[in-house]
């Protein structure tokens, strides 16, 4: 679609935000929301006809691109067929978007319970292993987003919690490994999962094993810097939950649905959670779902034992139609596998090509369609090109960055002091490129900053 030009509805758009939106994560003076007129594929434009290529797939959500017309046609058919219906019943949208999902999963996470996104997922998944295990303790990473809720923002690990952590939410970190970063003054992979592994044992025996209901981990931490979690890490949670009789979630609401170039992240490691939670790419946010992903042992728990807690759009048939819809169009148009490859063979040698190429770039990481940069003053010591948590003039590189990008017609995702590429799983070859000479650009207008 051609986007055409309408300034004047545009600013009619802009000025009712302004009046009355109230929008997440913001001073809401000091923010100045894009107005946007339409979205296809793998771009959206502007009122004033600008069009922007999407590395950041909306919030890591339009897996399959915008306006999808198989799912368009879906969303519109249910709709003229059952438009809402209480969760307590069986329908047919809802039945099939568990199986099709269920399908999915690994091992035995058959056993589907609808949220309408992914933070309350997170926040029932922790209740129902609270539950499960009757210990009130969760363990989770530093380095990590879960979710805006209360549960969730508490066993997040970024600076968004502060200002909601209360210190009573039953919730302690401990880091996870990450080696350009290391917490455990490690110089190998297999060191920093060694002693990462150690570490999490070590926090478990000081806050008591009886004590802990559940670890959460994002099985690719996604907002915090898509850092890939070295060979056996992940097994090794595993087995270290299994000593000690701990739930074991794993949260797939960002690299799930083919964002790793597999179905789920957990795929990659061979490893089988009690808990999954899942949203964004199960229907690539084109109506609100999540869910989490029960395990045999967990669900039987709630065989004769009701379950307090729900919601009232759980399994929304709309949203189950979006999701069905989906995962049909990954399947038929090997939506996955086209990720994984277009990942390995040109997405990750182009980004270390421009890693090669500019002294801002100190680290690259990913897999499929899911790539962070890690951006630096100086390549030697790793300083940041930005301090934790900047904001204002601290975080004035970052900005000069991001402009740059989106001056050549690149919407980028940016977060602290990295740079995500995370575009559609479906992007074309040619558009890859695209985004990429417009990112090469950008990464020049960082690269003034560095030492």
Known sequence: ????????AGAAVKAADRAHVFH?????????????????????????????????????????????????AAIQ??????????????????????RLIAERTP????????????????????????????????????????????????????????????????????????????????????QECARALEHLETTIAFEGPGTIAAIILET???????????????????????????VFVLDEVMAGFGRTGTWFAADL??????????AKGVNSGYVPLGGVA??????????????????????????????????NVMAEEGVVEHAARLGGEVLEPALRELAERHRSVGEVRGTGMFWALELVRNRETREPLVPYNATGQAAAPMSAFAASAKAHGLWPFVNMNRTHVVPPCNVSEAELKEGLAALDTALSVADEYTE
């Open 220 to 246: 690719v931490p996604g907002t915090a810097g898509i850092m890939m979690p070295p060979a056996g890490y992940l097994a090794g949670v595993r087995e270290i939950c299994d000593k000690y009789g701990i």
């Open 77 to 98: 058919e249910q709709a003229a067929r059952l438009t809402t219906f209480a969760p307590a019943f069986a329908v047919e949208a809802r039945s099939e978007a568990a």
């Open 107 to 190: 091992g035995d996470l058959d056993k589907i319970f609808f949220t309408n996104g992914g933070a309350d997922a997170v926040e029932h998944a922790l209740r129902v292993a609270r539950l499960h295990t009757g210990r009130p303790k969760v363990l989770a990473a530093y380095r990590s987003y879960h979710g805006g809720t209360q549960q969730a923002v508490n066993v997040t690990g970024d600076p968004r919690r502060w200002a909601s952590d209360s210190g009573t939410a039953g919730v302690v970190h401990f880091w996870a490994p990450f080696l350009y970063r290391s917490r455990f003054y490690a110089e190998t992979e297999e």
């Open 24 to 72: 997440s994560w913001s001073a809401q003076e000091l923010i100045d929301p894009l107005a946007v007129a339409g979205a296809e594929g793998s771009y959206f434009w502007d009122y004033e006809g600008r069009r922007y290529l999407d590395f950041s797939s909306g919030l890591v959500y339009t897996n399959i691109g915008y306006q999808h017309p198989k799912v368009v």
């Open 269 to 278: 490691y061979g490893v089988v959670p009690d808990l999954m939670t899942f």
């Open 294 to 327: 029960i395990s045999a042992a967990i669900a039987a728990t709630f065989a004769e034992r009701p379950y307090p807690g729900g919601l009232t759009y759980s399994g929304h048939p709309l949203a189950c139609a979006a999701a069905v819809a989906t995962i």
């Open 1 to 8: 679609m051609t986007p055409q030009p309408s300034p004047q």
